[in-house]
């Protein structure tokens, strides 16, 4: 329930500006009923309450509303408190706020949505497919159904996932044999190559020694001449007496030497220096295209579990269109079941909807179940007719009726406390059509605070609280009305400006049989 709403800067109307300074309206249960001159602002007030919920956009420059509604905040991240706050603030831009926590308007919506019914004109989301469903399956009050009806939304679920595994599997055999074709040639490409980790540096070690080969032999045949005076050295080295060990170390280890470079020159030579840097050449492009030769190694590996899942496709859609036909048998049984079960209640929902819409002076409707292909809810498909018309070409004021009489018909299996508001829900009605509305609204606001906008004195009459609306130099002003105030405005509805005794007298009778 809305408790208490604040707007400060209201302004609306593209040609008029039209203000709510300060307007600080409470709320109860019950019927809330705004009226007043043609032009005065009712339907830019609704707006700018609704617009704390994210209905619309905000004009005003702070704008908050109470809620004692038990919501779900912790599901969006937010605290919860004893009430919630919504708060809007205008400044460069709309900020919204719950509980004084930053939020943004489509998170607000979403929450507001759970305890608001905005009935905007010709606004047929309640007479929706699934909202008729919805209403059906909280009219069966047996354990077991509500069992199959969840074991059915589970198997929809795995059955939703398992066709659209099978549709991409479809899509992608489509296009398997052009891919199969370039993943055999890019893992033929690389294998053809077979390159292996720690061989480019071996190749590039290679052919930077052959580069300089022909020098090291040059060098190797000319220090091999040190030999020739070894056995002058032993002389010397014994004529003054001086040990000789490190020298025949030294000459051991240069022969050692000059052997190692002459057998790497020998193996060198044996090298095909063309076929090293075709090698070389195609490690490069590997490297130039993969990084490094580790990432053509996973890489490889990776296209060739993609190859083999290719190959795999009809194996693996097989099993799964294997899994889908048990499913959507298993899914077509608990729908029969399901379908059964609503077409019981849905006679017990259409006498009540006609019980209603005879009050409303309506003709009756019939509330027709039919069996259609498996959906998130079923097989059944639901619409309701009125007199033989389809509800999008009947009357604004008779569609209008059937609304209500469609909230009045589900108001014992509403489970959740809301507030709905209503537009002009009784425009274009007699008198006595008007009255029934209001009865019926009357009877709404027992589980609803219900917000409407009326011209008629049939609803203002009824109304727990009425708000009286009026426009003067281009602005707008909202009171809650006294007893006297609002036999007054009444009166002023029934006889216009120039309210007649017979009018008031009027207003005082509808007033006091209401109040009774």
Request: charged share 35%; hydrophobic share 35%.
């Amino acid at each position: 329930m809305i408790e208490r709403v604040y707007l400060k800067e209201y302004v609306t109307f593209e040609e008029v500006e039209l203000e709510f300074n300060e307007v600080e309206l409470e709320f109860s249960k019950g019927l809330i009923v705004f009226t007043g001159p043609s032009g005065a602002g009712k339907s830019v007030l609704i707006r700018g309450i609704l617009s704390i919920f994210g209905f619309f956009d905000v004009n005003a420059k702070l704008s908050e509303a109470v809620v004692d509604n038990k919501l779900n905040l912790e599901k969006y991240g937010l605290e919860e408190d004893e009430v919630t706050i919504f708060r809007q603030i205008r400044k460069n831009k709309n900020r919204y706020f719950i509980n004084n926590q930053a939020v943004s308007k489509k998170i607000v919506r979403e929450i507001a949505k759970e305890f608001i019914d905005y009935l905007s004109l010709r606004e047929i989301d309640e007479f929706k497919n699934e909202n008729i469903i919805e209403l059906l399956d909280k009219m069966v009050k047996e354990k077991e159904y509500y069992v199959k009806l969840e074991e059915f939304k589970d198997k929809f679920r795995k059955y939703k996932e398992i066709r659209n595994e099978l549709n991409k599997i479809n899509n992608a055999q489509k296009e398997a044999a052009e891919k199969i074709e370039f993943l055999q040639y890019e893992i033929e490409k690389i294998e053809n190559i077979s390159p292996k980790i720690g061989e480019f540096e071996e190749l590039m070690a290679i052919k930077k020694d052959l580069s300089k080969i022909e020098k090291i032999k040059e060098k190797a045949y000319e220090i091999e001449r040190i030999f020739e005076l070894e056995n002058s050295v032993y002389e010397f080295l014994d004529m003054i007496d001086y040990e000789s060990e490190f020298f025949s170390s030294a000459m051991n280890e240069l022969r050692i030497a000059i052997d190692k470079a002459h057998e790497k020159a020998s193996f060198l030579e044996s090298i095909d220096i063309e076929e090293v840097l075709d090698r070389l050449s195609n490690l490069q492009e590997l490297i130039r295209r993969f990084g490094s030769i580790e990432n053509t190694l996973n890489y490889l590996e990776e296209k060739k579990e993609e190859l083999q899942k290719l190959k795999n496709l009809s194996f693996e859609k097989e099993n799964l269109q294997k899994e889908l036909n048990q499913l959507e048998n298993e899914l077509k049984t608990l729908a029969e079941y399901l379908h059964k079960k609503r077409l019981d209640v849905s006679k017990k929902f259409e006498e009540k909807l006609n019980y209603y819409l005879k009050k409303l002076y309506m003709p009756e409707a019939n509330v027709i179940l039919e069996e259609g292909d498996l959906y998130e809810l079923g097989i059944t498909k639901a619409k309701i007719i009125v007199n033989d018309i389809d509800i999008d070409t009947i009357s604004t004021g008779e569609f209008n009726r059937l609304r209500v009489a469609l909230l009045a018909s589900k108001l014992e299996y509403e489970d959740k406390e809301k507030s709905l508001f209503l537009d002009e829900i009784d425009a274009n009605l007699s008198g006595e059509e008007s009255m029934s509305v209001a009865d019926v609204l009357k009877y709404l606001s027992k589980k609803y605070q219900i917000f409407a906008i009326s011209h008629q004195p049939q609803l203002a009459s009824c109304a727990d609280k009425h708000f009286l609306v009026t426009k003067k130099d281009n602005k707008s002003y909202v009171k809650e009305l006294t007893q006297n105030e609002r036999i007054e405005e009444i009166a002023r509805i029934v006889g216009g400006k120039e309210k007649s005794k017979k009018a008031i007298e009027y207003a005082k009778e509808m007033l006091n049989l209401n109040k009774e």
